[in-house]
């Protein structure tokens, strides 16, 4: 069965610092992988996914995530952090289960980014 | 682009009341979701659905039920609401009929947040 564990319910960093968000799955199969953000009263958005092809995936507002295999992990970075990516984070795995299109998600990480 | 409307942001009922949860997406997608999302846990798959008429249970159904009549339209069902069941409720959408679907993210309404009394 398909696990996601996320390191950390609670990040800090300052402005301009990396942003640096932990995630390791557990799957049986070749995963697809995604990140996505919750902003305050707001439902989640992606950010970014991985299904096959080139281990480094780009998403919006310059957040990236590596796929790695051998690790069993898909952390979330960012090289600069602004006031504005302040949010809970979430990282999910399509679990695939009887061929359905089901998301097994993390616990999330509320980022915060201090001035 | 993509839109996930949910009827209610914000709801609050008694216990023991029916309580009914709408959830409506313009993109024609074949699957749609209901989560409960609380502090800790994550988000919880509580019932999906890949086609009209078709349910499958999630992860927490005890308590809830569903119905899809249009493929458009998604509604979670609280039989009898009790205090256990005070969450954020999040609907979701997606793409692609069972295994091509497996790729496909998930699109998001912004919640319902709903107590209950």
């Known amino acids: 069965a398909q696990s996601v564990t996320q390191l950390g319910s609670h990040v800090s960093v300052s402005e301009g610092a990396l942003v640096l968000l932990r995630c390791n799955y557990s799957s049986s199969v070749p995963p697809y992988l995604f990140w996505y953000v919750q902003y305050p009263n707001q439902g989640l958005q992606l950010l970014l996914k991985?299904?096959?092809?080139?281990?480094l995936v780009k998403g919006i507002n310059g957040f990236e995530a590596e796929f790695k295999k051998s690790e069993t992990s898909f952390h979330l970075t960012k090289p600069s952090a602004h006031m504005s990516d302040a949010a809970e984070y979430f990282c999910?795995?399509?679990?695939?289960?009887?061929?359905?299109?089901?998301?097994?998600f993390g616990a999330g990480t509320r980022l915060a980014v201090h001035p | 682009d993509v839109k996930v409307t949910q009827s209610s942001r914000y709801l609050v009922k008694r216990t023991g009341e029916k309580v009914f949860l709408e959830c409506v997406q313009d993109?024609?997608?074949?699957?749609m979701f209901w989560y409960r999302q609380d502090p800790g846990l994550g988000l919880r798959l509580i019932y999906f659905s890949y086609d009209v008429k078709m349910k499958e249970k999630g992860d927490i159904p005890e308590g809830y039920s569903v119905s899809r009549e249009k493929k458009e339209r998604f509604s979670l069902i609280l039989e009898s609401a009790s205090t256990n069941q005070t969450s954020m409720y999040l609907c979701?959408?997606?793409?692609?009929?069972?295994?091509?679907?497996?790729?496909?993210?998930?699109?998001f309404g912004d919640g319902t947040r709903l107590s209950i009394l």
């Open positions: 991985y299904t096959t092809g080139a281990t």
């Open positions: 979701a959408s997606s793409s692609g009929h069972r295994k091509r679907a497996l790729n496909q993210p998930q699109h």
């Open positions: 999910a795995v399509s679990a695939g289960s009887g061929g359905y299109n089901k998301l097994i």
């Open positions: 993109m024609d997608h074949e699957n």
